[in-house]
Structure formats: C-alpha cells, structure tokens
C-alpha cells in the first residue's frame, strides 16, 4: 500500500491534498508505472486535486470517491479537454499519459508536460498598461482559439445555475434577479469548447504567448461563459486589459454579455463575493442587477457616477482632503447646518472611539461622510432608488429620508473614494443601525443622536449616557427602548427592528 491516509470526507481530503510526503509513494509508483523517472515531488499551486510536480512532468491525482464527491467526470472531461486543446493548438502542457491506481483508494491520474512560467496574476499585477492591454489581446487569442466545437462533456447550464447556491452570500433581491435572468436566457449560441476558469491561477506567462492549465472546469457553453473568470479574475476589472480584450465589441453588448455570463456560471457567486469586497461593498450592499450594472460600467468603462443622477445637486471638485472636501460639498448645496451638524458629530465619535478603543480617524472620517445625501432631495433619492432596482423597505417608500444613509455610501465611495468596508457600513446604518454592528457602527449611530441636528438636548441622551457607563451595545439599546416606548418613531426600518431584537436577545443572555 502506498498510500496511508485515511479519506472519508471532503474534510478529510482536504487536509491532505497538498501533503507532498504522504503522495510521495503513490506518485513514485504511478510514475514508475508509466515509464517516466520518479524524482521528488515539489508542490504546485493547489486546487481541487492533488497536484505536484516531478522533475519535468506535473502528476495530477484526482480525489477519491470516498470524499464524498466522484471525480470520475472530471478526470475523463480533463483527459478530452487536453486532447481536444492538443488539436486546436492551444499554448497548454501536453498530456503525456492518464490511468488509475488501486490503492488504499482508487486514484485517477494525469501526468502531463511542466511548463515553466509565473502565474498570469502575480506577472499581471506588475505590468504597465500598456503591457496589459497587450496581454488582454493576446488571452483572447488564446481563448478564441479554444472556442470551438469539440465532443467533450457539457452541462445543463440553465439548471447548474437554478441549483447554484454560491451566489447565497449576496442580497436576495439581487439572487432572485440572476435567477430571473437565467430563466430567460435563450442560450441558442453555437455551445463551443471553454475553460471556464481562466483566472491567474490557471494561466501562466512565459514568453510572449499565454498558457492556460487546469482544465477541470472545462464544459460546453456559448463563448461568453469565459468572461466572468477573465474580465473578474484574471483582469481584476483593469479597464486598459478589458477594454483591449472586449476588442471591436461595443461596451454594451460586452456588459451585457459578462452579465449573462456571471449569473449563469459556476463560479459566478464566488466572483462577485470576491469583487464585492476588494472594491469595499457589503455583500448585501448591492441589491440590483441595475445597480451591478452601473457599478460595471463605471469601474470598466468609466461612465455612469452616481452623482450624474442628481442634477439638482452641486458635485465641485475636490482637494483630496476629507473635512475640506466635505465643507466645499455641502457649502455648495446650501447645507451650513450640516456641515455644522457632522463637525459636531466627528468631534463626539472621536471621544467615544478613544473611550471605547476604536479607531479614532475611522470613526471621524465616517462621522464628517455621514450626512452626504443631506445634499439630495427626498424625491430625487426616492426616483433614483427605483431607478437603480433598489429592494425598497416600506418604511424608505413612506419616509425616503431614510435613504440618505445608503446614498451616503455611494456618495462616499464616488467622490471621496472611500474604499474601507467598516468605514462604509457606519455610513450605511448612522440611522438604523445594524444586527451584529462593529465598535464603529455603534459609535458613528450614537455620535449622530448624542449630537443630533434639531437645535435642542436629546431627550433620550440621558439613557444613552447611562448605557455608555456599561458598554457601546447597551448605549443603543437604551437609545432603541427609549424612542419605541414614546412612539418616537413613525415607522420602524427593518435594519433597526433587527438590531433592536438582537440587541434585547443579548441583554437576555447577559452579553451587553
């Protein structure tokens, strides 16, 4: 037996998957088999499999039935895909041989050529732009040589994505949206051969022609199955490589083609989490396919600023400096009151974040932010929302003031170019709050009602004050049992019912 690890599931693999000393025998003894030189194994970029590599040739060894998932699809697909790259004359590592190995466990293998090369994304990351550009054009040739009819495997696309639960993680209202989207779908394309999966990791730079590897995730599909992984992953939405590698597409029909592609694709969930957070949204944050639309377009084509749907509002340009940009933005709208309102609001965020050991210029840069929307009309921010397909809470279409808090975030991350989620979620919930609120939430929500903007004392600061001599948590519930035993709010958000319930949850478990 060359083999000695015990695998009984998917947990189990994945403990051992990258462990070079516990393949080793099996690796040695596949390669024997087949004729090729058993020297040691080195690991290689992990994936799903077992991946390593032995002097010149790379061992691929699939992971076994007993984990819980068969791979026997994926090992034939891979073994097709390869062959079928062979002939199409794909820049790929040549498929040398493939088998299986009783063992402990039956293992499926490949053993194909080394290529020599530094993985696209870390190469990419260092390129000028006119080198990207260039590298865009030169994936695209590479992938447009692949997209050809081919007698491999293929999937049905249109229920994969009915079943996909990676897109959970997002806002509901946007997840039924990429259903709906799916559904419709004609999907009357010639289905062409592609690889599905073409991110840094599966594309390596040595020379002046791209290499892609790893064809596991290689199907069937229309040729804009390929947009997601490469514009998302492989691009990370440089505008120079995307734009090159659109080609002579115009940017509609291209956005609009990456959107069919994400909402049907098998990673598509995980590329926008991931996109989500490198570009500073909460995952619940975007709530449209409109709104990702317009996000799209700005990040890749430059167009489409949220600030151009308020015409009735002033945008001048700005120095670069928060509290002076923030003095000129409302200065220019007519908003003195504000502009004295968030200066005294910064001033008491900074003292409870020194009190409370939060970050005193996180929690004074979201302070001075937090009334951005104060320059946009009640009903242009209502249009707008509707607009944008924004998922609307009854009590934001009774009361659209409420909707300054999410405008704020975008206003923040447009013109002050706050990217910092913590920073953007206190912006976000100054008027609600959140369940599950961070230190710099709860001090931004309380700052803006210990100093809030109607020219008299609070009445509920005296309850506030008591529940700061306990701690942030109980400060906000004092401030919520206040405001709902005098009826002081005329309808309740649902970010402040579920914040309220979590907040009364935790004074019943004694965790304030």
Not at 108 to 137: H, K, L, N, Q, W
Not at 400 to 413: E, N, S, W
Request: net charge negative.
């Amino acid at each position: 037996m060359y083999f000695n690890k015990d695998i009984c599931n998917w947990k189990s693999w994945g403990e051992v998957f990258q462990d070079k000393e516990a393949f080793s025998p099996l690796a040695m003894a596949i390669l024997q088999q087949e004729g090729l030189p058993p020297l040691p194994l080195e690991n290689l970029s992990p994936g799903t499999n077992a991946v390593f590599r032995s002097g010149d040739v790379v061992i691929k060894i699939y992971v076994p039935a007993e984990s819980g998932y068969d791979s026997l699809s994926d090992w034939q697909n891979e073994i097709a895909v390869m062959q079928r790259a062979m002939e199409l004359g794909v820049c790929a590592p040549k498929l040398l041989c493939a088998g299986e190995k009783q063992d402990k466990y039956l293992f499926r293998y490949i053993v194909m050529d080394f290529c020599p090369g530094r993985e696209a994304g870390d190469a990419f990351a260092g390129m000028t732009p006119a080198e990207r550009r260039s590298f865009a054009v030169r994936i695209g040739e590479v992938l447009k040589k692949l997209n050809q009819p081919a007698a491999v495997a293929g999937k049905d696309l249109k229920k994969q994505a009915a079943e996909n639960e990676h897109f959970d993680c997002l806002h509901p209202h946007l997840v039924r949206e990429i259903k709906q989207r799916v559904a419709a779908l004609p999907l009357d394309e010639e289905y062409v051969l592609v690889h599905g999966d073409c991110t840094g990791e599966n594309v390596l730079v040595n020379g002046t022609e791209p290499m892609l590897i790893d064809f596991a995730d290689c199907t069937l599909a229309p040729a804009w199955y390929e947009l997601p992984a490469a514009v998302f992953e492989l691009f990370r939405c440089d505008p120079n490589a995307v734009n090159a590698f659109r080609g002579e597409t115009d940017e509609e029909t291209f956005l609009q083609k990456l959107l069919d592609g994400l909402c049907i694709h098998q990673f598509g969930g995980f590329i926008l989490h991931d996109f989500f957070l490198r570009e500073g949204y909460a995952l619940d944050e975007v709530w449209s396919l409109r709104q990702l639309e317009f996000i799209l377009r700005q990040k890749l084509f430059d167009i489409g600023n949220i600030s151009d749907c308020f015409s009735s509002a002033v945008f001048p340009d700005l120095t670069g400096d928060i509290l002076t940009d923030a003095r000129i933005l409302y200065l220019a709208n007519g908003r003195t009151d504000t502009l004295n309102h968030v200066k005294e609001v910064a001033e008491t965020a900074v003292e409870l974040a020194e009190r409370f050991g939060a970050e005193p210029e996180a929690c004074r840069t979201a302070a001075i932010l937090h009334d951005l929307a104060a320059v946009l009309s009640r009903e242009t921010m209502l249009q707008t929302a509707k607009d944008l397909g924004m998922e609307l809470d009854p009590a934001e279409e009774q009361f659209p003031m409420l909707l300054h808090q999410r405008f704020g975030v975008m206003l923040a991350r447009e013109r002050f170019g706050i990217t910092d989620s913590d920073i953007l979620s206190a912006i976000g919930h100054h008027t609600t709050l959140k369940k599950d609120p961070s230190d710099i939430d709860m001090i931004v929500f309380l700052a803006d009602k210990i100093r809030w903007d109607r020219g008299t004392v609070p009445p509920f600061l005296p309850v506030i004050e008591k529940g700061l001599q306990l701690s942030l948590k109980a400060a906000c519930l004092e401030y919520f049992d206040y405001v709902t035993h005098h009826s002081m709010i005329l309808r309740a958000h649902r970010l402040m019912e579920e914040a309220h319930t979590a907040l009364r949850r935790d004074r019943a478990k004694g965790t304030l």
